[in-house]
């Protein structure tokens, strides 16, 4: 369910897991593999496999190999890296609650939650057939991560109380890290996504040819190529541990990958996967890229899309099922927001950030949006109005108090009541002072809003020009300031942003932290303010501070004691008790609808494909997490 | 020229009239029937801009959120019995969304029907941004709904944003065309007569502005611009930048024309008769070019207007809640638009039909001003 | 002449390292840089690893000198042949733009061969046609060429295939000859996608072809020399194109030095709508993401063939037209 491990629990189901497999395995169990090796010049599939493989209940049925999996992706490669480079240390589980171990067979912390020893599975296998072993890990370690020379730095979950960890080798399959303080949620950390930890292991005898101490190169920029998740997938030749291998890549037209004779996982039959022996891209330009998906999807050409379809889209796919033979499955996306407005209290002009702070200028502008009315016209009617909160799968609402919190928070002021808005806004004296009809500041001068919305986000820019007459209703000024991402970002890295339109996202605790509930980080996406959460990074080195007393320093500090609390159901009150900050003294961040259907497309042919979850956003690593390696034609 | 030699008075001949040059080429352009009908749909199309608020039903930002994506909603003389309503009306819309498609479908209700209403009283508005004003020319009574070509996808009447969209398209585009004709005419006059290096220095000029780095500089320009700028200001700064960058192609093909006039007979004996060279530019040798400059600027024209459609695709071009003709074909670019809202695509109707106006109306002027125009 | 034609080329370089300059300093007009963009992209995927190491990824694509330094490296790297390196797939930008040459002018090399082969002949026949059927229905239909907007067309265009045929004409090749060597299956491949982006691109070109010729020809058509030529008894096959054409296409010979341009800049849009992978796609996306080197050395490319194609018009002009002359 969720984010628990219980170590002591974990150690005896595990010894038992291996036990039972073991004995299995001691049963001579006989693995089959996909008839396209048969007469290839391989070693038998028994020696391919490693001791212990890993074994993938399939969703529906054991499946049967062959067939080629077609569907579009940006050029980009985007969220196709998640199809095929999904290979963390541990997976989250297909229902995105809680993880299950993958590429290492299992892992054991100490009691402190400072120490964690990890298992690499015996006998794995790169896709070119040399071993896996802790060497690998240990090469990304000493030889890229701690070498200054390489531009690479310690991965997310890797530094607590600005320390590193402290990696020690204990045999060839067994590896031990060692954190200055309690590290509970590292595991789930690292296996965020496409990057992380399926990156770290890399393929050590493989990558020395590019490294400048044991070769002849004399900069990183190889290394770096082969390394880094936007342009590993392209490397053609570099062993991988997917279940399939890129073999031809046309840049902006075409990628193809085919089975990996070394995967290192079966069905519960034994059968080596994966079933699906070819996965054949196409790629297009990101404005060709909508037409592309939607036309192949309705002319059957695609088996699995689960990205890239525009709202508008929605029904011209439903209504097309027959005639291209495939099926739509409504995921849910898990966006608690679709758009949200961030407020930036790190803004130079301090008359603003009076405002913001206080509680009662937010709730107007909040109870002042007609939030029926968005989803009607910009969501089709296919969301739900709600305030800024997190996504209701969240792990700590799945008790019965969360699930209250969680009802609270994501209902609190947003009913659509301009009268009560005008008379929040009078009773703080931002009244309309020289009568030419906007509102003006407690002090009589002129009150202007702008908001920056990135100018790519159609959606957004229609959803926050009917807020702008809502507010233009109740006498507030507000300027759309539509601009390319990056100039936005540049603005909220010196103050100047007031308040930024974010198009969508989806969070979890305390992986979200930072875009969520608390100014914990110094990035764009940091929500109260970047240099606010600057300040909380560097241990008040940089950036400017929250305003003492003030919310968001409370939130700095249950962030704090949050991270550090090692028992999940006191993490779990921990987060609680931060959220209920953002009801009492919020909206801190102003929603407007969100939990929008997500369609996956699915040829009728496919089969294992779960009807119903959940997209997310890239940090789960969907669709990896649906198992694509357990999908098969049923032809 | 000069004008017609006023006859000697003879009461045995009827007096004849007396016209001058620009009545002269007045009456031949009206004989020419395409020319004349171009003329009267710009005037048209000019009257809708200028009276776009009081002609249209709804305000330009109006949103009927209950009505997204309708298809257009007429007027009807017969009802469904068959019998004849004087008065014509619209029937009543109900918004249903299909469970199984998300389709959202619109149903005729065919009990209701609300009947046409002349100038009736509707929300506010400034005629010719003066004017304070009420009533509209047509409307129908609430609940009912009169959408003449239907609503887009976040449910605003096209109709009436076809007929904003028009202020837009069919102004600021004309500021840049003249802007870009006067630099282009002027330039290419003076580079294709004088020749020499300032004709060299001014090539390489143009060479510069046609090589430039377009979409970098709007983008640059895109983050450079103040948010407090209106639209219009936004608007009118791209279409300035959008002649300085285009007056070089017209330029070079008047120096063309210049370069094989230039040693033709009626320029040599006005350089011998000692016509400064102002006057030979303007007297004789602008009139030969005027026809082609006529014919490049009436071409011109859709130029900018659908170089606004090609920058609001990139994300720089007019944005809400102004409208313009471009605004609108660019949200009619899309798959679905095609397959399911094709009504989206009537406003380039009204573009081909600007278009066509402007051409046939610059060709009338061309006949009309040639003299040996058959 | 010689003289001239070699000044021109001489007076090329100048010009060249003038734009060069130009462009690069409106390229780092906007305040976020490549790297910049790179970690705001990755963060909104969640991928936060890349955040912070701002300095380090500079450093690597040279981002982190002086920009006179960058100036002068690039063009310096220009001239020598070394046109740099992409950073978002790091490969070589001379690899990038030489592997989507062919296409590009393929494609628009047939567009530009339809829209003046036949936009030539019919704006001759409609001058001579003035105001009769023929006339006024290629007149309608070359409005709507020039009224729409290419891409829009070429949409249209796409979705009409869908239906009509069930293919999904985005690209230029199927996926299984993605790739693939030459051979005539490639190229009636290539044929059953191209005919789309050509045709739609051509479209507007022929019509404004179609429009300038017809007037320029009744510009001529009304002039008294032809009356004359009818009058020797000359065929009007003869009058026509002998004599009446020969005259009428001076401003045509100057539209024809942008064609060169054309080829590697034109359709931009177009290009990116229906995925050719085409140079112009490559200088859209490159520059919206500011990958510097590779939209800097197609900006270096469109600006010499907008110079050679000038310098071709100009050319042309003074062999056509025996009145101009150039000192």
Partial sequence: MTLRWNPRGALAALSLATALLCTTAAVAQTYQQSPLFDGMDLPPVADRLPDAPLVLEPVESVGTYGGTLRNVSPEDLGWLRQLIMVEPWAKWERDLNGIRPNTLEGWTWNDAYTEVTLDFREGMLWSDGAPVTADDFMFFWNDMVLNEAIPVTFPGGTVVNSEPMTVEKIDDFTVKLTFSGPNPLFMELASRGHYNSSLWLVPSHYMRQFHPDYSDVTDTAALMAHYENTTRLQQIGMPTLSAWVITDYTPGQRIVAQRNPYYWKVDSAGNQLPYIDTIDTTLATPAAVGQATLLNAIGGNVDFQPRDFALADYSVLLSNQEAGNYTVKMWSRGDFAWPWIMIAYDHVDQGIVDLFYMPDFLRALSHAMDRNKINDIVSFGLATPRQFALSPESPEFQTPEGQALYEEWSNSYIEFDPALAGSLLDGIGVVDADGEGWRDRPDGSRLQLIIDVPASSQESINAMDLIKQDWEAIGIDLILNALEWSAIDARAGNGEMMMRAWPSASGWGLLSAATVWAPIEGFTWSMGGQSIGRFFQTGGVEGQPARPGSMLERLQEAYAVAIGTVDPVERDAALLAAYRIHIDEGPITLGTVGEHPSPVVVSNRLRNVQDTGLTGGWDLGFPGTADPEQFYFAD | ?374 | ?327
């Avoid at chain 3, 996926?175 to 789309?196: C, H, I, N, Q, T």
């Fill in chain 2, 1 to 374: 020229m000069t004008d017609a030699a006023i006859p000697a008075e003879d009461p045995a001949t009827p007096r004849l009239a007396v016209l001058s040059v620009r009545q002269l080429t007045w009456r031949k352009f009206r004989r020419n029937r395409l020319a004349y009908l171009g003329l009267c749909v710009l005037c048209v199309m000019y009257l809708m801009a200028a009276f776009a608020p009081f002609l249209a039903p709804y305000g330009v930002r109006e949103t009927h959120s209950q009505f997204a994506r309708t298809a257009p909603n007429w007027l009807h003389f017969i009802d469904e019995n068959g019998s004849f309503h004087a008065v014509p009306f619209v029937y009543g819309l109900r918004q249903g969304m299909d469970p199984e498609t998300f389709l959202q479908s619109t149903i005729r209700v065919e009990d209701e029907k609300y009947p046409l209403r002349l100038l009736p009283r509707g929300e506010p508005y400034l005629l010719f941004g003066l004017i304070p004003a009420e009533r509209r020319l047509f409307g129908v009574d609430a609940p009912g709904k009169i959408f003449l070509f239907g609503t887009d996808t976040r449910g605003r009447d096209l109709f009436t944003r076809i007929l904003y969209g028009a202020q837009v398209s069919l102004t600021v585009g004309l500021f840049g065309v003249i802007l870009s004709l006067v630099l282009g005419v002027g330039i290419g006059l003076a580079t294709g007569y004088y020749g020499g290096w300032f004709d060299s220095i001014t090539q390489r000029v143009i060479e510069m502005t046609q090589a430039f780095p377009q979409i970098p500089l709007w983008l640059a320009l895109a983050a450079l611009i103040p948010p407090t700028w209106s639209s219009i200001q936004v608007y009118f700064g791209i279409s300035i930048v959008l002649s300085i960058l285009t007056w070089g192609a017209l330029a070079r093909q008047v120096r063309a024309m210049v370069l094989s006039l230039k040693t033709s007979d009626f320029v040599r004996a006005a350089r011998y008769s000692n016509a400064s060279t102002g006057r030979i530019m303007l007297r004789h040798l602008l009139p030969s070019t005027f026809s082609h400059v006529l014919v490049i600027a009436t071409l011109a024209i859709p130029a900018m207007i659908l170089g606004e459609t090609a920058l609001s695709f990139l994300g720089l071009g007019i944005k809400a809640p102004m409208t313009s003709w471009g605004l609108l074909l660019n949200e009619a670019q899309s798959v679905q638009v095609i397959v399911e809202t094709p009504w989206l695509l009537i406003p380039v109707v009204f573009v081909v039909l600007t278009i066509i106006s402007f051409n046939f109306v610059g060709d009338g002027l061309r006949d009309a001003a040639d003299p040996f125009a058959r």
């Fill in chain 3, 1 to 327: 002449m010689w003289v001239y034609i070699a000044r021109r080329i001489l007076a090329l370089i100048p010009t060249l390292i003038l734009i060069m300059l130009v462009s690069f300093i409106i390229m780092q007009l906007p305040p976020a840089d490549f790297v910049d963009q790179y970690v705001s992209r990755e963060a909104a995927r969640g991928n936060t690893s890349v955040a912070g190491q701002e300095e380090m990824l500079r450093q690597q694509f040279g981002l982190d000198q002086s920009l006179p330094v960058q100036f002068v490296s690039w063009v310096g790297g220009v001239f020598t042949g070394n046109l740099g390196i992409s950073f978002t797939d790091k490969r070589q930008v001379s690899e990038i733009i030489m592997d989507r040459l062919p296409a590009t002018l393929a494609i628009a090399g047939m567009a530009f061969l339809l829209s003046w082969g036949v936009g030539i002949p019919l704006g001759v026949y409609s001058a001579t046609h003035q105001y009769r059927a023929g006339d006024v229905a290629l007149t309608g239909i070359a409005f709507v060429g020039i009224g729409l907007p290419d891409f829009l067309l070429a949409l249209l265009f796409l979705v009409a295939a869908f239906y009509v045929t069930g293919d999904v004409l985005l690209g230029l090749s199927s996926p299984e000859f993605v790739g693939a060597s030459l051979s005539w299956g490639k190229v009636v491949d290539f044929m059953s996608y191209a005919w789309l982006s050509v045709v739609a691109v051509a479209f507007t070109g022929m019509a404004y072809i179609m429009r300038v010729t017809r007037n320029n020809m009744l510009e001529e058509l009304g002039k008294p020399y032809v009356m004359t030529l009818r009058a020797k008894g000359l065929p009007e096959r003869v009058v026509i194109w002998r004599h009446v054409f020969r005259n009428a296409i001076n401003p045509l010979v100057m539209l024809f030095g942008q064609v060169l341009s054309f080829l590697i800049n034109g359709f931009a849009i177009t290009s990116v709508v229906l995925n050719l992978p085409t140079v112009q796609a490559t200088y859209l996306q490159a520059t919206l993401l500011q990958d510097t080197y590779l939209a800097g050395a197609i900006l270096v490319l469109i600006a010499m063939t907008v110079m050679l194609g000038n310098l071709i018009s100009d050319l042309l002009l003074a062999w056509i037209d025996p009145r101009v002359r150039y000192d």
